[in-house]
Protein backbone atom coordinates (compact mmCIF):
# COMPACT_ATOMS: atom_id res chain seq x y z
CA UNK A 1 0.00 0.00 0.00
CA UNK A 2 2.93 2.31 0.20
CA UNK A 3 3.31 2.69 -3.35
CA UNK A 4 -0.78 4.10 -2.92
CA UNK A 5 -0.03 6.62 -0.40
CA UNK A 6 2.82 7.63 -2.26
CA UNK A 7 1.10 8.53 -5.61
CA UNK A 8 -1.70 10.15 -3.46
CA UNK A 9 1.05 12.19 -1.88
CA UNK A 10 2.47 13.14 -5.75
CA UNK A 11 -0.67 13.83 -6.58
CA UNK A 12 -1.45 16.30 -3.60
CA UNK A 13 2.23 17.99 -4.82
CA UNK A 14 0.92 18.21 -8.04
CA UNK A 15 -1.69 19.95 -7.35
CA UNK A 16 0.03 22.07 -5.32
CA UNK A 17 2.44 23.13 -7.81
CA UNK A 18 -0.97 23.52 -10.62
CA UNK A 19 -1.59 26.22 -8.38
CA UNK A 20 0.93 28.03 -7.50
CA UNK A 21 1.68 28.21 -11.03
CA UNK A 22 -1.53 29.45 -11.67
CA UNK A 23 -1.05 32.28 -9.21
CA UNK A 24 2.64 32.97 -11.00
CA UNK A 25 0.67 33.27 -14.36
CA UNK A 26 -2.25 35.51 -11.97
CA UNK A 27 0.96 37.77 -10.86
CA UNK A 28 2.11 38.14 -14.36
CA UNK A 29 -0.37 39.52 -15.63
CA UNK A 30 -1.54 41.74 -12.92
CA UNK A 31 2.56 43.16 -12.90
CA UNK A 32 1.87 43.89 -17.00
CA UNK A 33 -1.32 45.32 -15.82
CA UNK A 34 0.43 48.02 -12.94
CA UNK A 35 3.40 48.82 -15.66
CA UNK A 36 0.66 49.43 -18.46
CA UNK A 37 -1.05 52.10 -16.34
CA UNK A 38 2.47 53.26 -14.48
CA UNK A 39 3.18 54.49 -18.32
CA UNK A 40 -0.07 55.95 -19.17
CA UNK A 41 0.26 57.96 -15.91
CA UNK A 42 3.89 58.97 -16.72
CA UNK A 43 2.61 59.80 -20.35
CA UNK A 44 -0.53 61.72 -18.79
CA UNK A 45 2.14 63.87 -16.45
CA UNK A 46 4.24 64.83 -19.53
CA UNK A 47 1.55 64.95 -22.59
CA UNK A 48 -1.87 66.77 -19.89
CA UNK A 49 0.16 68.23 -17.35
CA UNK A 50 4.27 69.55 -18.62
CA UNK A 51 2.60 70.17 -21.79
CA UNK A 52 -0.48 71.95 -20.57
CA UNK A 53 1.80 73.94 -17.82
CA UNK A 54 3.72 75.56 -20.63
CA UNK A 55 1.15 76.82 -22.72
CA UNK A 56 -0.24 78.25 -19.66
CA UNK A 57 2.75 80.26 -19.34
CA UNK A 58 3.07 81.54 -23.25
CA UNK A 59 -1.13 82.36 -22.50
CA UNK A 60 -0.13 84.23 -19.91
CA UNK A 61 2.73 86.13 -22.14
CA UNK A 62 0.56 86.58 -24.94
CA UNK A 63 -2.16 88.26 -23.00
CA UNK A 64 0.32 90.89 -21.11
CA UNK A 65 1.55 91.57 -24.33
CA UNK A 66 -1.73 92.62 -25.61
CA UNK A 67 -2.07 94.80 -22.43
CA UNK A 68 1.12 96.20 -23.16
CA UNK A 69 0.48 96.86 -27.00
CA UNK A 70 -2.89 98.78 -25.92
CA UNK A 71 -1.43 100.56 -23.09
CA UNK A 72 1.48 101.77 -25.63
CA UNK A 73 -0.84 102.83 -28.46
CA UNK A 74 -3.45 104.87 -25.56
CA UNK A 75 -0.28 106.97 -24.04
CA UNK A 76 1.75 107.39 -26.59
CA UNK A 77 2.28 107.97 -29.92
CA UNK A 78 5.18 105.65 -30.63
CA UNK A 79 2.70 102.70 -32.00
CA UNK A 80 0.39 103.57 -35.24
CA UNK A 81 -3.40 102.28 -35.15
CA UNK A 82 -2.32 99.41 -38.13
CA UNK A 83 0.45 97.79 -36.69
CA UNK A 84 -1.38 97.88 -33.24
CA UNK A 85 -4.15 95.80 -35.22
CA UNK A 86 -1.29 93.36 -36.54
CA UNK A 87 0.35 92.84 -33.53
CA UNK A 88 -3.14 92.21 -31.67
CA UNK A 89 -4.11 89.78 -34.58
CA UNK A 90 -0.99 87.30 -34.19
CA UNK A 91 -0.88 87.98 -30.31
CA UNK A 92 -5.33 86.57 -30.75
CA UNK A 93 -4.08 83.72 -33.55
CA UNK A 94 -1.79 82.36 -30.81
CA UNK A 95 -4.08 82.21 -27.61
CA UNK A 96 -6.87 80.45 -30.03
CA UNK A 97 -4.20 77.85 -30.91
CA UNK A 98 -2.87 77.32 -27.28
CA UNK A 99 -6.47 77.05 -26.50
CA UNK A 100 -7.43 74.56 -28.60
CA UNK A 101 -4.44 72.77 -27.79
CA UNK A 102 -5.14 72.65 -24.13
CA UNK A 103 -8.21 71.76 -24.80
CA UNK A 104 -7.72 68.33 -26.60
CA UNK A 105 -5.71 67.17 -23.26
CA UNK A 106 -7.43 65.33 -20.67
CA UNK A 107 -9.60 67.65 -18.54
CA UNK A 108 -10.98 67.32 -15.20
CA UNK A 109 -13.97 68.55 -14.70
CA UNK A 110 -12.80 71.79 -12.87
CA UNK A 111 -10.44 72.09 -15.48
CA UNK A 112 -12.78 72.18 -18.11
CA UNK A 113 -14.63 74.96 -16.27
CA UNK A 114 -11.58 77.09 -16.00
CA UNK A 115 -10.84 76.78 -19.63
CA UNK A 116 -14.51 77.82 -20.54
CA UNK A 117 -14.26 80.70 -18.58
CA UNK A 118 -11.16 82.08 -19.97
CA UNK A 119 -12.04 81.47 -23.37
CA UNK A 120 -15.00 83.55 -22.19
CA UNK A 121 -12.56 86.08 -20.75
CA UNK A 122 -10.87 86.08 -23.63
CA UNK A 123 -13.37 86.64 -26.28
CA UNK A 124 -14.51 89.68 -23.58
CA UNK A 125 -11.21 91.24 -23.64
CA UNK A 126 -11.15 91.46 -27.47
CA UNK A 127 -14.59 92.68 -27.63
CA UNK A 128 -12.90 95.83 -25.57
CA UNK A 129 -10.26 95.65 -27.75
CA UNK A 130 -12.20 96.07 -30.84
CA UNK A 131 -14.20 98.93 -29.45
CA UNK A 132 -11.02 100.45 -28.64
CA UNK A 133 -9.91 100.17 -31.91
CA UNK A 134 -12.80 101.92 -33.43
CA UNK A 135 -12.85 104.51 -30.99
CA UNK A 136 -9.63 105.46 -31.82
CA UNK A 137 -10.41 105.12 -35.93
CA UNK A 138 -12.84 107.72 -35.30
CA UNK A 139 -10.42 110.28 -32.96
CA UNK A 140 -12.20 109.32 -30.06
CA UNK A 141 -8.68 108.11 -28.44
CA UNK A 142 -9.43 109.91 -24.66
CA UNK A 143 -12.48 108.06 -24.59
CA UNK A 144 -11.35 104.75 -25.77
CA UNK A 145 -8.49 105.47 -23.16
CA UNK A 146 -11.29 105.65 -20.38
CA UNK A 147 -12.72 102.57 -21.72
CA UNK A 148 -9.31 100.64 -21.36
CA UNK A 149 -8.96 102.24 -17.82
CA UNK A 150 -12.56 100.89 -16.74
CA UNK A 151 -13.42 98.05 -18.42
CA UNK A 152 -10.21 96.80 -20.27
CA UNK A 153 -7.77 96.17 -17.20
CA UNK A 154 -10.86 94.75 -14.83
CA UNK A 155 -11.27 92.38 -17.94
CA UNK A 156 -7.72 91.58 -17.93
CA UNK A 157 -6.98 90.51 -14.31
CA UNK A 158 -10.01 88.51 -14.63
CA UNK A 159 -8.67 86.64 -17.44
CA UNK A 160 -5.17 86.08 -15.55
CA UNK A 161 -7.30 84.98 -12.61
CA UNK A 162 -8.36 81.93 -14.95
CA UNK A 163 -4.95 81.28 -15.88
CA UNK A 164 -3.87 81.25 -11.87
CA UNK A 165 -6.90 78.46 -11.35
CA UNK A 166 -6.35 76.32 -14.72
CA UNK A 167 -2.11 76.70 -13.07
CA UNK A 168 -3.41 75.79 -9.67
CA UNK A 169 -5.62 72.37 -10.79
CA UNK A 170 -2.92 70.98 -12.85
CA UNK A 171 -0.55 70.96 -9.86
CA UNK A 172 -3.66 69.47 -7.84
CA UNK A 173 -4.24 66.56 -10.46
CA UNK A 174 -0.65 66.00 -11.40
CA UNK A 175 0.01 65.38 -7.73
CA UNK A 176 -2.35 62.60 -7.89
CA UNK A 177 -0.90 61.23 -10.93
CA UNK A 178 2.21 60.78 -9.20
CA UNK A 179 0.51 59.48 -5.87
CA UNK A 180 -1.28 57.21 -8.27
CA UNK A 181 1.78 55.84 -9.68
CA UNK A 182 3.51 55.37 -6.50
CA UNK A 183 0.71 53.40 -5.24
CA UNK A 184 1.27 51.00 -8.52
CA UNK A 185 4.71 51.39 -7.77
CA UNK A 186 4.29 49.70 -4.21
CA UNK A 187 1.94 47.19 -5.59
CA UNK A 188 4.56 45.91 -8.17
CA UNK A 189 6.83 45.60 -5.82
CA UNK A 190 4.56 43.24 -3.45
CA UNK A 191 3.79 41.30 -6.58
CA UNK A 192 7.30 41.21 -7.56
CA UNK A 193 8.48 39.50 -3.75
CA UNK A 194 5.13 37.24 -4.06
CA UNK A 195 6.48 35.63 -7.05
CA UNK A 196 10.27 35.22 -5.41
CA UNK A 197 8.11 33.52 -2.66
CA UNK A 198 5.86 31.60 -4.69
CA UNK A 199 9.05 30.56 -6.67
CA UNK A 200 10.80 28.99 -3.52
CA UNK A 201 7.82 27.68 -2.67
CA UNK A 202 7.87 25.60 -6.18
CA UNK A 203 11.46 25.09 -5.40
CA UNK A 204 10.92 23.62 -2.24
CA UNK A 205 8.27 21.49 -3.81
CA UNK A 206 10.31 20.27 -6.70
CA UNK A 207 12.90 19.13 -4.53
CA UNK A 208 11.15 17.16 -1.59
CA UNK A 209 9.28 15.34 -4.83
CA UNK A 210 12.86 14.11 -5.69
CA UNK A 211 14.16 13.32 -2.44
CA UNK A 212 10.77 11.49 -1.62
CA UNK A 213 11.20 9.58 -4.63
CA UNK A 214 14.86 8.76 -4.24
CA UNK A 215 13.27 7.14 -0.75
CA UNK A 216 10.40 5.48 -2.15
CA UNK A 217 12.82 3.96 -4.52
CA UNK A 218 15.41 2.98 -1.98
CA UNK A 219 12.98 1.09 -0.14
CA UNK A 220 11.43 -0.93 -3.19
CA UNK A 221 15.02 -1.90 -4.17
CA UNK A 222 15.42 -3.26 -0.62
CA UNK A 223 12.32 -5.30 -0.80
CA UNK A 224 13.18 -6.76 -3.43
CA UNK A 225 16.43 -7.68 -2.32
CA UNK A 226 14.72 -9.48 0.89
Not at 17 to 42: H, Q, Y
Not at 195 to 215: D, E, H, M, P, Y
Request: aromatic share 8%; with cysteine.
Amino acid sequence: MKWTFAIQQKLKAATVLCGIMLMIVFFTFLERKNVADMNRSVTSIYNDRLIPATDIFYLSEHLYGKRFLAEQFLRSHDLQLAELKKQLDQHNKNIKSLINRFEKTYLVNKEQEYLNNLRNKVHAYNQIERKIINLSGTGSKDVALALYESEGKKTHEATIKQLVLLTRIQTTVGGELIKDSNGKVAAASMISSLQIVLSIVTGLIIISLIFASKITSGKEQNFHLN
